[in-house]
């Protein structure tokens, strides 16, 4: 990656810690813009920060972050090699889903230019409000576990982590979604893939 790459995304970081554009930055702690590999080849998208993230500062640490921990190291992904963040960056009070404006404001300000920064060839969106918002797809349920292509990028739309905390049952599906997530992954590690031809 590129040094000004780097630095223009830890730049953004620091915007995202200070940022007061949406109504979120009253209820917050600590905003989270996201940790991991900025040279991934995949990047994780999820809904909002919850109450251990806000804390921290840090996504996916919480009860659905263990989980994706627990799948993550299953299927053979070390989490420090990827990028983990999430639509909106702050905790949405009483852990509700963000509304339109908290969601495409933190999209088109930090999102957008998140992706951009870090050019991942593949894009894992957990749960509906990800999928909803990035995809801009109103029936995520449609495409879930499908692969689909979007500016020359993969995206693979899941599960999020949480449904295995309130159904046990999911964790197999997810799985299942997350063994396909590795086999692209893979492909793309190897070069593989030719985007334009895959689809």
């Not at 900025?38 to 840090?58: H, L, T, V, W």
Request: proline residues 7%; glycine residues 6%; hydrophobic residues 35%.
């Amino acid at each position: 990656m590129h040094e000004d790459n780097i630095k223009q995304l830890k730049v953004l970081e620091d915007e995202i810690r200070k940022c007061n554009l949406c109504p979120l930055r009253q209820y917050r702690k600590n905003a989270v813009p996201g940790e991991g590999a900025y040279n991934s080849k995949i990047m994780f998208i999820g809904e909002a920060p919850g109450e251990e993230e806000d804390k921290q500062g840090r996504p996916f640490v919480g009860k659905a972050g263990q989980v994706l921990n627990e799948i993550l190291k299953e299927v053979g992904i070390k989490r420090e090699e990827v990028f983990i963040t999430n639509v909106v960056k702050c905790r949405p009070p009483h852990n509700r889903e963000p509304n339109d404006e908290e969601s495409n404001t933190c999209i088109k300000n930090y999102l957008e230019k998140q992706i951009e920064l870090i050019k991942p060839s593949l894009i894992v969106l957990l749960g509906n409000v990800a999928i909803k918002y990035v995809l801009k797809l109103n029936e995520p349920s449609k495409i879930r576990g499908k692969k689909y292509i979007k500016n020359n990028t993969i995206y693979f739309p899941t599960y999020h982590p949480a449904v295995a905390l309130y159904n046990p049952k999911m964790k197999d599906a997810l799985l299942k979604d997350f063994k396909t997530i590795l086999s692209i992954y893979n492909e793309i590690k190897n070069k593989k893939i030719n985007l334009p031809d895959f689809f």
